[in-house]
């Protein structure tokens, strides 16, 4: 789905701000009949959960209602009129009027609907969106609601962050003209100096189209006819890490000499490969430095910020990291388009957190239920899933910062069913992008010995937590298990390693001269015996902390006010290793250090 854009041919209004609000249970049994009735106003990218001080709206499970009056500019008389969510966690209803135009199921890809016949230019019209927090056995993520014996419902879930939910993102009114441009997919390839571009034009209706694509600083360098070809560019400018250098696609709907549409598609020029143990971009060895992140700042919970967003790329550039994984679900757009204009480098995850039951009795011996099953993550969920992946790279395709598709994180691996479960959706991802390395990462229960999955994939990918989980509080023994466990993966696939999590929970102004978890200190300490067996390891192509900053989990005796785990506070002040970290980041500017050094 192409991200509205304004060009010749197009215009957009953004409808963020105050949007009248209302939970399920107060407005009515059909509330986009007419005007809710509330006294309460949300803002609008934000999750709503932490607006108000009524616990009630924050633990609020089931429907919410938003509304707002919108006006349709008077000149799209002879436009399609379309309405644009950047994003409904996790599940949205549009409402125009009294009509329902569109829904949806996955909280972090865009959805929407033409709402041409149901408008007209210069009038007004009521819009209503229902947003549903509910996960199920049957969603991505997944979940479980219960019903205490008051009568309350509870969200229950599996992956260890807040369930923040409403509209987190951006809501558009955009205008396309009658035949349009639909969908745009470019593949690069890069031989010495000279470029390939692939590329091929969705439209709405048969169409001549045309293409030129732009340089830097907009001088043409290639043209095309036909919705579909491949052009060449000579003495090729490349985008890579650090250095990102965009392109500028720019395909058009003809008439003879008229242009009926028009839409323009940044890309970069880059190859990305898996050569043995290595990952290569543009057949170069790249070594990942970085984080695992959340969309997570106070009071806008994952509501999408632009000055989080450039100040986050700050802190990010300051501890000398190159790329970060979007832990644990799509990012909003913005994100990534900056990643491509500053050469930020990007592995880009679906919602698939929490797939793994063992979790819940794995880590303390009590029995659960088996993961893959009818009545828990059944074909119905992995139909959800593949959908999920579906949406992802439909979105992010033309992205030359991400580098690698991760379809989950942390599955439960090890038990009956995942390699029927899992292989359908690695061989779908592969088809619908055979030009990107696939991953999924491994949790603590999931080892060499028994993992079922893991020759599916292009990269070894382990969240490894010896000297927190395992090994609390004695780096000496954390550190061999971690020189043992590199070790065996090796010998076991010969493939490329990345240290997608590790990580200690630190309280910063906590302090002690010993290996006492919690302080700075240890947790100095604890990446710095990491580090140590990681740099021993030359299969290993990339360390991300977990994690770039504190975020807000649901309440746990096992977390005080969130996990604590970031190098940067949840209000982004630096702890002891976010030093540490710049220190050894921008040592590492150069590349890994072979083992013979």
Not at 39 to 47: D, I
Not at 190 to 206: C, N
Not at 354 to 379: E, I, K, M
């Amino acid at each position: 789905m192409l991200k509205p854009l304004s060009t010749a041919t197009r215009e957009l209004v953004n409808l963020d701000g105050l949007w009248d609000f209302a939970v399920g249970t107060a407005a009515g049994e059909h509330p986009w009949t007419g005007p809710l009735d509330t006294r309460l106003e949300a803002a609008v990218p934000a999750s709503y959960n932490d607006l108000f001080t009524d616990s009630a709206i924050r633990d609020h499970v089931g429907w919410v209602w938003y509304q707002r009056l919108v006006r349709v500019p008077r000149g799209w008389s002879d436009e399609r009129v379309m309405l644009r969510l950047d994003a409904a966690t996790h599940e949205g209803r549009v409402y125009v009027d009294d009509t329902l135009v569109a829904e949806h199921v996955g909280g972090y890809t865009p959805f929407q609907a033409d709402i041409t016949e149901h408008v007209s230019a210069g009038q007004e019209f009521r819009l209503t969106i229902g947003v549903n927090n509910e996960l199920t056995n049957l969603t991505i993520p997944p979940g479980t609601i219960t019903v205490t014996e008051d009568g309350r419902r509870q969200q229950k879930y599996h992956h260890d962050f807040y369930n923040y939910a409403g509209l987190a993102r951006s809501v558009w009114l955009h205008s396309v003209p009658r035949v349009h441009i639909e969908d745009i997919t470019v593949v690069t390839g890069l031989d010495s100096t000279t470029a390939t571009v692939e590329y091929e034009i969705g439209t709405s209706a048969p169409a001549a189209v045309r293409v030129r694509v732009l340089d830097a600083a907009g001088t043409e360098v290639a043209a095309g006819e036909g919705a579909s070809g491949t052009l060449s560019i000579e003495d090729v400018t490349p985008w890579r890490p650090g250095a990102a250098y965009l392109y500028d696609l720019v395909a058009e709907i003809v008439d003879g000499e008229a242009v009926r549409d028009t839409y323009h598609q940044a890309f970069g020029v880059r190859t990305v490969e898996v050569q043995g143990a290595r990952f290569l971009i543009n057949g170069e060895p790249f070594y990942f430095t970085g984080f695992g992140k959340h969309e997570d700042t106070p009071v806008r919970g994952k509501g999408h910020d632009d000055a989080y967003l450039v100040h986050d790329f700050q802190l990010m550039e300051w501890t000398g990291a190159n790329s970060f994984r979007t832990t644990h679900y799509p990012y909003a757009e913005e994100v990534l388009d900056f990643a491509d204009r500053h050469g930020i480098v990007v592995i880009d995850e679906t919602a698939a957190v929490g797939l793994n039951l063992a979790v819940q009795g794995g880590l303390t011996g009590r029995p659960h239920p088996p993961t893959y099953s009818d009545d828990t993550l059944s074909d119905d969920t992995r139909a959800a899933h593949a959908q999920a992946i579906r949406e992802l790279i439909g979105r992010d395709k033309n992205h030359p910062s991400v580098v690698m598709w991760c379809v989950a994180n942390e599955p439960s691996t090890h038990e009956d069913g995942a390699r029927e479960y899992f292989e359908p959706l690695v061989e779908l991802t592969r088809k619908l992008d055979p030009t990107r390395p696939v991953c999924s990462t491994a949790s603590l229960l999931t080892t060499h010995e028994n993992d079922r999955i893991a020759d599916l994939f292009d990269v070894v990918c382990l969240n490894r937590y010896y000297g927190w989980y395992i090994a609390n509080g004695d780096l000496a023994t954390a550190e061999a298990l971690m020189d043992s466990e590199l070790r065996a993966w090796v010998e076991k696939l010969g493939k490329p390693i990345l240290m997608t999590e590790y990580g200690a929970d630190t309280l910063p102004g906590l302090h002690s001269v010993w290996d006492q978890p919690w302080t700075e200190e240890y947790q100095v300490a604890y990446l710095a015996a990491s580090h140590r067996a990681f740099d021993r390891c030359d299969a290993v192509v990339g360390e991300h902390v977990w994690n770039f900053a504190d975020f807000q989990t649901s309440p746990g005796i096992h977390r005080v006010d969130g996990n604590r785990k970031g190098v940067f506070t949840r209000d982004r002040r630096p702890k002891a290793a976010a030093h540490a970290l710049r220190a050894r980041w921008i040592s590492l500017s150069g590349g890994k250090p072979s083992n013979d050094a």
